[in-house]
């Protein structure tokens, strides 16, 4: 698909960018370019092609919450800046 200097300057214009005039030539061709494939995928062949969200069909996998005790807390608090009644102490988020 041909790209007009007019339709950058356009582009350019839309988009608040300041084109320098040895730089219009560059945007034509890579527009150009990114216009080619969007049309090479705009008529790919999709007779037989069922509709999808994404590449893999995946669904949640729920299972039961359980609570399980860690024996060696003393280990898992060691490096903690600072610790109340057994747990990590942490400086108040919200107010």
Known sequence: MKVSKEEIMHIANLADLNLKEEEIGKYILNLQDILGF???????PIDGVEESIGALESSNAFRKDEIKEFSDNKSLLQNAVDVQNNMFRIPKVLD
Request: net charge neutral; no cysteine.
């Open 38 to 44: 969007a049309n090479i995928v705009n008529n790919a």
